[in-house]
């Protein structure tokens, strides 16, 4: 089995990473990361504790103590920082309240790294800042490595996030905006992205080794052509009875989700959504089953092979007066999941239809409220094929 697992995640990986053609995957990311602009290029004469006003690019590293109030801040209209490949970095005793870059206005923050503040890079407040992008950066073992306090929206595109307590994160109920990842990677935070009232959009990104891949807190996410291999839990969300903190969306698209420890975590076992929707993605080999509670499901094409305690579990969501989970499960494969590949618990109603279960150890699906959308197809499943609908061998 183990040598048919690693077959499975390495042919899903080649996949998934040459799938995309490089002008589908480069042609929705703004084209202006390399853009030239005149610098001032007296990059060593820049000091801990500076604002910068004109676009500058570094020619040294820069040590900074963590007792001053900011490593270095941009308040420049649209201008770019470059740190030239060198790192700003925190020095002295850890402190939670030292803040490496700041932005109060700027465009871009590029090709370096920013190493060990309480926040790595931060936008100001009362100051918006509309856009920012971050490219090319090395954010290591920050508290937090991007954090925003105001209605920002931050393109971030060929960065590593790494050994931070939280990758992207904002101020609790004070912000919004749009967090836009592309071909990044995440590895060793503790979690990679919380989504407090944000949209955090995700493509062609890695995310392997983080205690948790995303909270999802009165915000929504979407994942594209990704990765999340190696995570303690992937996901957090709970529903918030009479309050605004449920999440809005959870989605994944063309991704593969593979080795995680489990779906969710201990203090919250069950993903509770408004929306969720899994297309063309492959779920393999995880140590849980995929718990998911929710007003309205898109299941569709997707596999679920080999995972520990069933492959997908749907539910309602909590309320005061249950509503009916509804939607399409369409297309999908539950294969040699150690449970029900597919389980509805009741009063839940989605359409079950066209989908394939084999050789799962519990149910092939098991469904005794779904409706039936006809031409499943179940087989050698040991504790039965198909409970609720009428499932054919072949």
Request: aromatic share 8%; proline share 4%; hydrophobic share 40%.
């Amino acid at each position: 089995m183990q040598q048919t697992r690693g077959f499975v995640v390495a042919l899903a990986m080649t996949t998934l990473l040459t799938g995309a053609s490089a002008a589908k995957a480069g042609g929705s990311v703004q084209l202006d990361a390399d853009t030239q602009v005149a610098f001032n290029l007296g990059g060593a004469t820049v000091h801990c504790g500076d604002t910068l006003t004109q676009h500058t690019k570094l020619t040294r590293d820069l040590n900074c103590p963590g007792s001053d109030p900011f490593a270095l801040r941009l308040d420049g209209e649209d201008i770019v920082l470059d740190l030239g490949g060198f790192t700003v970095r925190r020095t002295g005793p850890v402190n939670e309240d030292s803040q490496g870059i700041v932005v109060v206005n700027g465009r871009m923050i590029r090709n370096g790294t920013v190493q060990g503040f309480g926040r790595g890079i931060i936008t100001a407040v009362p100051v918006t800042v509309a856009n920012l992008r971050l490219h090319k950066l090395a954010l290591l073992d920050n508290g937090v490595a991007v954090f925003s306090q105001s209605s920002t929206n931050f393109l971030i595109t060929e960065c590593r996030l790494s050994g931070n307590g939280a990758g992207l994160d904002s101020e609790f109920d004070a912000s919004t905006g749009v967090f836009d990842v592309r071909s990044s990677v995440f590895t060793h935070n503790g979690t990679a992205m919380f989504a407090d009232f944000h949209f955090i959009d995700v493509r062609d990104s890695t995310f392997t080794s983080n205690e948790l891949v995303g909270f999802c807190f009165g915000g929504a996410f979407r994942f594209r052509t990704s990765t999340l291999a190696g995570n303690t839990s992937v996901a957090a969300m709970r529903v918030d009875l009479g309050g605004p903190f449920t999440c809005g969306e959870m989605r994944f698209e063309n991704s593969l989700i593979a080795d995680n420890t489990a779906f969710a975590t201990p203090t919250d076992p069950v993903w509770e959504t408004n929306s969720f929707a899994m297309i063309d993605t492959l779920a393999v080999n995880n140590g849980t089953a995929l718990p998911v509670a929710a007003l309205r499901v898109y299941v569709d094409g997707n596999t679920f092979f080999d995972n520990t305690g069933g492959g997908l579990i749907l539910s309602d969501l909590p309320a005061s007066t249950p509503v009916p989970l509804v939607g399409i499960v369409r297309g999908n494969q539950f294969l040699s999941n150690d449970g029900d590949g597919l389980r509805v618990l009741p009063p839940s109603t989605p359409t079950v239809l066209n989908n394939v279960a084999l050789g799962n150890t519990g149910f092939g699906i098991n469904a005794p409220t779904a409706f039936d959308g006809g031409g499943n197809v179940a087989r050698d499943n040991d504790a039965g094929d198909c409970v609720g609908i009428i499932c054919a061998p072949f």
